[in-house]
Each structure stands twice: as structure tokens, then as C-alpha cells.
């Protein structure tokens, strides 16, 4: 059977159009077919849950309670008692011509701190020389007078003149003799420098001269001010919704940051009556001992122990873990999983323990030894 060119044409573009429209009909009947697959979304994991292969090698530690007092800690600044101030002064004038001592030296009483070159002390020992010449005349002249009236050369009212101006000249050489003594000089020693010594031991905390300046007596600041510090204040801001936890008269524990590991006793000596309008804070000073380590402006930590009675999760200062400025303990999850909780550690007690003040309450389980968890999980 023979088919012309023309009907093989016909045929083909006859297959063509029903293959076309079996694909139209397919699209209808499944319209997922040509969908986008769906996305599957993974949580990340928590950051503070750690996994382990053998947790029973971590022994557990089930925190204790301990009954203690409410706590307020506050930062202070070391400051040197005010009693304790004491300013060295220059009466006589001058200028200074040497200096002995610098800011922050340690002197003793006594010591030598700067001379002063003093047209004062020159006047005064001027006057105390003529003052003594005039008395060794008036006591001549009395003398004399004595054996005149003696003799009735001269009468009572002249021998009672001439005693009356040798008790005036006693009197002169008396007050410039005082003179040159609060000046700062010596009727043994007559010299226009003036040694200004040290009136008390302690150590130079502010100094207002220098080589070849002046100084101008009592009108100009003081050369220098020595401070004892044998006994400093501490000098802290409390806001005014903690001054119920502060009460005058009692102790405090002082924590310095240069000697963090060392603790000292203080006792408040003053609350401020008036509040710092700008921040709400007031001043409450810590009287205390100086064991030799306190330095003027020294940053401390003084911690107040309030009356209300609280309870406090207790475990062994190694289930500690200190990092970034921060503590953490770790507690078992179960499923071999452990996880990391922040917490605010309190004071130390015997035995190596250290009370939580908050993040933990007793009872909770946590590992007896963080830093070797944490070593071990290489968190």
C-alpha cells in the first residue's frame, strides 16, 4: 500500500497535536509535579549545653544552705582622714632658696622640708639686737641711779625712772626674742634663712612650691600638707533605696582591687545627711587602720551586712568557673548532656566553699570541679 508524501504529512502533525494534548492534560491532573521541593530548617543548638560520652567521670556536688545576712556591696575610694591633714606654714616672707622634699615622700617629724631666705627674719633679729643693746643701758643706768640715790645725789622719782625704762627694755628684748621664734629663727643662730621642718610624721600629699618661688606667709597657700595615714577613710556612694542595709557604728569587710585575696575590717563612721541630688547617692565614710598596703585613691570594695536573714546555695569554690569577668557553674541536664548557668558568687567560708548569692538554690546538683569540665569538654 502506497501513502503520498501529502498523508505522511498529515499524519505527523496529527501525532504531533495529540502528543501536545496528552502533556496539557497530564499538567492538569498533577499540578505538584513541577513544585519547588519543601526546605528543611535546623535549630541551632543552645550554647550552654554540653554533651558527653561519660559523665559519671564529672562527680556532682548537691549545693548546701547556708542562713546569712542580706549583703550590699558598694565601691569606695580610699581617702586620708581629714583630722590626720596637717599643713606646714611659713609665717616669715621670702624666697624659697632650697627644698628637701618632694610630693608623696615619707618624712618624719622634724625633718627638714625647705629654707626660706626672709627679710623678715632679718628685721626681727635687727630689732632683738638693739632691743637687747637698750636693756644692757637701762640696767646700766639703774645701777648707777642705785649708788647716786645711795649717796642723795639724785632723788626716788629719778631712781624709780630709771628702773621703770629697764623694765621696759626687758620687755622689748622679751617680745622680739618671741618674734623671731614664730619666725622660724633663733637668738643663738642669727641668720636670714629659715628651715621649715616637718611639725608631724606622715606622708607630703600636696605641695604649692618650687624652687626660687615665693612664699608669702600666711595669706598664700600652704608650702606643703603632710597627712597620717596610719588611719584612712573609704569613702563610698550608696543609693538611697540601700541606706536601710547601712547603719552607723557598724563593721564592714573591705576588698581592695590591688589585694583582692585580702580582707579588712572598717567600721562607718559617717552617713551623709544630704543625698546627691543628681545621681541620688550619699556619702557614707569607713574609718579603718592603714596595715601599711592602703594608698590614697585606691579603688575598694566595701560590703555592708544588712539585718534581714537569708538563705544562700553553698558548694566548693572549684565548681566555680571565673571567666570573662563572670561566674558559671555547670549542672547535669540528663541524657548525658550538662549545661552552663551564670551565677553571682558571694563570700568565701571555710573549707574551701564559697556561698552563691543568686543563680543557684540548694538542693541543685553541679559539677564538683568546673575548671577540669571544662578543660576536658574544651568548651
Not at 626681727?124 to 638693739?130: E, G, T
Not at 634663712?193 to 626660687?212: F, K, M
Not at 550608696?238 to 557598724?250: K, T
Amino acid at each position: 500500500m502506497k501513502i503520498s508524501r501529502e498523508g505522511i504529512g498529515a499524519m505527523a502533525v496529527c501525532c504531533a497535536l495529540g502528543a501536545a494534548l496528552a502533556g496539557c492534560g497530564e499538567a492538569k491532573s498533577d499540578p505538584k509535579a513541577e513544585a519547588p521541593p519543601v526546605s528543611q530548617v535546623e535549630k541551632e543548638a543552645d550554647a550552654n549545653i554540653v554533651k558527653v560520652d561519660h559523665p559519671e567521670q564529672f562527680p556532682l556536688f548537691t549545693a548546701l544552705e547556708h542562713a546569712g545576712r542580706t549583703e550590699l556591696q558598694v565601691t569606695g575610694v580610699v581617702n586620708p582622714d581629714i583630722s590626720r591633714n596637717v599643713p606646714v606654714i611659713s609665717i616669715a616672707t621670702g624666697r624659697v632658696v632650697e627644698i628637701h622634699a618632694r610630693l608623696g615622700d615619707t618624712v618624719k617629724k622634724g625633718q627638714l622640708l625647705l629654707r626660706v631666705q626672709s627679710s623678715d627674719l632679718s628685721g626681727a633679729f635687727s630689732d632683738y639686737r638693739k632691743a637687747v643693746a637698750d636693756e644692757q643701758l637701762a640696767r646700766t643706768q639703774v645701777e648707777r641711779s642705785h649708788l647716786l640715790y645711795d649717796k642723795g645725789a639724785i632723788s626716788l622719782n629719778d631712781l624709780q625712772v630709771a628702773q621703770d625704762t629697764e623694765d621696759k627694755a626687758k620687755v622689748d628684748v622679751e617680745n622680739t626674742t618671741e618674734r623671731l621664734r614664730v619666725l622660724g629663727g633663733s637668738v643663738d643662730h642669727p641668720t636670714a634663712i629659715v628651715d621649715i621642718r616637718a611639725p608631724v610624721s606622715g606622708v607630703i600629699t600636696d605641695q604649692q612650691v618650687t624652687n626660687a618661688a615665693g612664699v608669702a606667709g600666711l595669706g598664700s597657700p600652704n608650702p606643703f600638707t603632710i597627712s597620717d595615714l596610719s588611719s584612712v577613710w573609704i569613702l563610698c556612694d550608696v543609693y538611697e533605696n540601700d541606706l536601710a542595709s547601712v547603719h552607723l557604728g557598724e563593721t564592714t569587710e573591705i576588698r581592695l582591687n590591688a589585694y583582692p585575696d585580702q580582707v579588712l575590717t572598717g567600721k562607718i563612721g559617717n552617713i551623709a545627711p544630704v543625698l546627691d541630688p543628681s545621681i541620688r547617692t550619699a556619702k557614707v565614710r569607713i574609718e579603718l587602720k592603714n596595715p601599711g598596703m592602703l594608698r590614697v585613691g585606691m579603688f575598694a570594695t566595701a560590703t555592708f551586712h544588712g539585718q534581714k536573714k537569708e538563705s544562700h546555695a553553698v558548694i566548693p569554690a572549684a565548681a566555680i568557673l571565673h571567666l570573662h569577668d563572670r561566674d558559671w557553674v555547670y549542672l547535669p541536664a540528663g541524657d548525658k548532656k550538662f549545661r552552663r548557668l551564670e551565677v553571682k558568687a558571694g563570700g568565701t567560708l571555710p573549707d574551701n566553699m564559697q556561698e552563691i548569692a543568686s543563680g543557684l538554690r540548694p538542693g541543685q546538683q553541679v559539677v564538683q570541679n568546673a575548671l577540669v569540665f571544662q578543660n576536658t569538654v574544651g568548651q
